[in-house]
C-alpha cells in the first residue's frame, strides 16, 4: 500500500495465506470478505494483532481437498476495513498491496496455511506514481471489447463511468469483477505488467464474445 511498503524488503517473509479459487485481488484493488470458516476466523483474528497482511491465492491440480496445491502467484492484501457480524461472521475487505511468489509452506500449527512469501519480482507494484503508460495508450480496443463481452451476455454498465475511469483503474477492476474461470483470473494476476493486463484483459472478453459461454477458457 502506497505510503505503508516501499520496498519488497519491508513486507513479511512469512504470511497467512487464504486460496480462494475465482477471486482474484490486484495491487491497489479493494475485495470484500465474507468470513464464516473456523480456521479463517482464527486467521484474522491473528492477522489482526499483526500486520494485517493476507495472501489471497489460488489453487492448481494437486494435493488434497483439505491442502490443495496452492498457484505459484498470488497477491497480498492488507485489512483495511474489519467489522464482526452477530453471527459470528468477519466482513473485511483487503485492500491489494503486492503481488508474490509462493514459497516453501510452512508446517505450522494454527489451522490455517502459511507460505514463505517472495515479492522480489513484484517491487514495482509498490510504486508510487504514474501507471503503465502502455497500458494507458489504448482505452478504445478494451472499450469495444466489454461492449461485445457484455452485449453476448445480456449485461450492461454504466458506460459514462466506464468511460471516464483512468484506464489503469478499469483494466483492474474489471479483470477482478468480472466472471473469468479461475485459470483466466491467474493469467490477469501473472500478467507482468499493466499492459499485458490489458492485452489478456481484451483477449478473454473477446473469446467470450466470440463464442459459448462454456468455451471460453484461457489455454
Given at each position: 500500500?502506497?505510503g505503508?511498503?516501499?520496498?519488497?524488503?519491508?513486507?513479511p517473509?512469512v504470511?497467512?495465506?487464504?486460496?480462494?479459487d475465482?477471486a482474484?485481488l490486484?495491487?491497489?484493488g479493494?475485495?470484500?470478505?465474507?468470513?464464516?470458516?473456523?480456521?479463517?476466523l482464527n486467521?484474522?483474528?491473528d492477522v489482526?494483532?499483526?500486520?494485517?497482511?493476507?495472501?489471497?491465492?489460488?489453487?492448481?491440480?494437486?494435493?488434497?481437498l483439505?491442502?490443495?496445491?496452492?498457484?505459484?502467484?498470488?497477491?497480498a492484501?492488507?485489512?483495511t476495513?474489519?467489522?464482526?457480524t452477530?453471527?459470528?461472521?468477519?466482513?473485511?475487505?483487503?485492500?491489494?498491496?503486492?503481488?508474490?511468489?509462493?514459497?516453501?509452506?510452512?508446517?505450522?500449527?494454527?489451522p490455517?496455511?502459511?507460505?514463505?512469501?517472495?515479492?522480489?519480482?513484484?517491487e514495482?507494484?509498490?510504486?508510487?506514481?504514474s501507471p503503465?503508460?502502455?497500458?494507458?495508450?489504448e482505452?478504445?480496443?478494451?472499450?469495444?471489447?466489454?461492449?461485445?463481452?457484455?452485449?453476448?451476455r445480456?449485461l450492461?454498465?454504466?458506460?459514462?463511468?466506464?468511460?471516464?475511469?483512468?484506464s489503469?483503474?478499469l483494466i483492474n477492476s474489471?479483470?477482478?469483477?468480472l466472471?473469468?474461470e479461475?485459470?483466466?483470473?491467474?493469467?490477469?494476476?501473472?500478467?507482468?505488467t499493466?499492459?499485458?493486463?490489458r492485452?489478456t484483459?481484451?483477449?478473454?472478453?473477446?473469446?467470450?464474445?466470440?463464442?459459448?459461454?462454456?468455451?471460453h477458457?484461457?489455454?
Amino acid at each position: 500500500m502506497p505510503g505503508t511498503y516501499r520496498r519488497a524488503d519491508d513486507l513479511p517473509l512469512v504470511i497467512p495465506v487464504f486460496p480462494l479459487d475465482g477471486a482474484l485481488l490486484l495491487p491497489g484493488g479493494q475485495l470484500p470478505l465474507n468470513i464464516f470458516e473456523p480456521r479463517y476466523l482464527n486467521m484474522f483474528d491473528d492477522v489482526m494483532s499483526g500486520e494485517r497482511i493476507v495472501g489471497m491465492v489460488q489453487t492448481r491440480i494437486g494435493g488434497d481437498l483439505q491442502r490443495p496445491a496452492l498457484a505459484p502467484v498470488g497477491c497480498a492484501g492488507r485489512v483495511t476495513s474489519f467489522a464482526e457480524t452477530s453471527d459470528g461472521r468477519y466482513l473485511v475487505t483487503l485492500t491489494g498491496v503486492c503481488r508474490f511468489r509462493v514459497g516453501d509452506e510452512l508446517p505450522a500449527a494454527s489451522p490455517y496455511r502459511q507460505v514463505r512469501a517472495d515479492f522480489s519480482d513484484f517491487e514495482a507494484d509498490l510504486a508510487e506514481g504514474s501507471p503503465d503508460p502502455m497500458a494507458l495508450a489504448e482505452s478504445t480496443p478494451l472499450l469495444e471489447a466489454l461492449r461485445r463481452y457484455l452485449d453476448h451476455r445480456g449485461l450492461a454498465i454504466d458506460w459514462s463511468s466506464a468511460e471516464a475511469a483512468p484506464s489503469d483503474a478499469l483494466i483492474n477492476s474489471l479483470s477482478m469483477a468480472l466472471p473469468f474461470e479461475p485459470v483466466e483470473k491467474q493469467a490477469l494476476l501473472e500478467a507482468p505488467t499493466l499492459a499485458d493486463r490489458r492485452e489478456t484483459l481484451v483477449a478473454l472478453l473477446e473469446i467470450d464474445a466470440a463464442g459459448d459461454d462454456d468455451d471460453h477458457t484461457l489455454q
